[in-house]
């Protein structure tokens, strides 16, 4: 993970009982297109279809991946699982297309005092921000926000609670931090982290979202529209923050979407609303998808990267795809 560590000390060094990563094996089975009816189709949207694999391991608690970041260069990963575990690992190309996982390790998320935070009843990992060195998970139900020195330590790092902005302790248990973003330099909002919940829903019916940092944390909210609930958000090289976004219902079926706001209009007390630059249903290749990043290739073209959740399941996967930004 070399291109998250950047040499910076922090307060406590990693605990001597903090468990060595394993290394594991993850096999994974191309997907040619995104239209299982139409393998030519590649456009949707502001969207173009990459590439996509199918992941899956013999490892007991691979999976329930909810959180991926990238670096730069769209290679080395860190990710965060529902059962409180590190990923951390490379995808490998041919081209421009994704062949598979390499250099994979998991490893538990330690809290403050060195133990795996499952061992106090925290699981449900479900966001992911990384910030130079340091690296920010938000964990649902519990409404807690961890701070980890990754630069130093990596996976062995111990978790420093942050504290509660006012309002997240109320979010409901299954509907809590689903989405985490650090503003990049440049724009408004840099330096922020930017806390976006699933469903917790203001007084109007919009979802709640925080920003922590700076003088004061603040709130503000994003309009929810067509029972859509957000799973991610990435803050694009333009600045604009896409939100993925998902719902479920027997009579309506399953969905995802992708959404783009403007940053300009993220300041306290907004509610915030914009187009949607991608949708898609249960005739493509989707699955429970909870997270989503960006990158920048050496062509200059910018790249979605969206992994799902499969709780688990044996009736869902573990599915990595990559699409091209048409701006």
Known sequence: MASFAYAQSVPVAAPPIAAAPVSIEIES?????????????????????????????????????????LDAKGENFVAISDKGNWFTGRITYNGAAMTGLADVEAAPILGADGRPITARGWYDSESIAVDGPTVYVGLERVHQILKFGFGRDGVRARGEVM??????????????????????SGFALAGLLIAISERGLDPAGNIMAWLIGGKAPA?????????????????????????????FSLLGGAGIRIRRIALAGIVPGATVDGPAIFDADLGYEIDNFEGLEAHVTAEGETVLTLISDDNFSMLQRTLLMQFTLVE
């Not at 509660?164 to 931090?177: A, E, F, T, V, Y």
């Not at 991610?232 to 939100?243: E, F, K, R, S, W």
Request: charged content about 25%; glycine content about 10%; cysteine-free.
């Open 29 to 69: 089975r191309p997907i040619p297109s995104f239209d299982t009816r139409d393998r030519g189709h590649l456009r949707f949207g502001s969207l173009r279809y990459r590439s996509g694999l199918v992941l899956t391991s013999k490892y007991r608690d691979f999976g329930g991946l909810s959180g991926l970041r």
């Open 163 to 184: 504290p509660q902005p006012p309002g997240m302790r109320q979010l409901p248990s299954n509907g809590s931090l689903e989405s985490l973003v650090v503003g990049h």
């Open 219 to 247: 709130t503000f909210a994003v309009r929810r529209t067509d029972n859509f609930d957000i799973s991610d958000a990435v803050q694009l090289p333009t600045g604009d923050l896409l939100l993925l976004e998902r719902k």
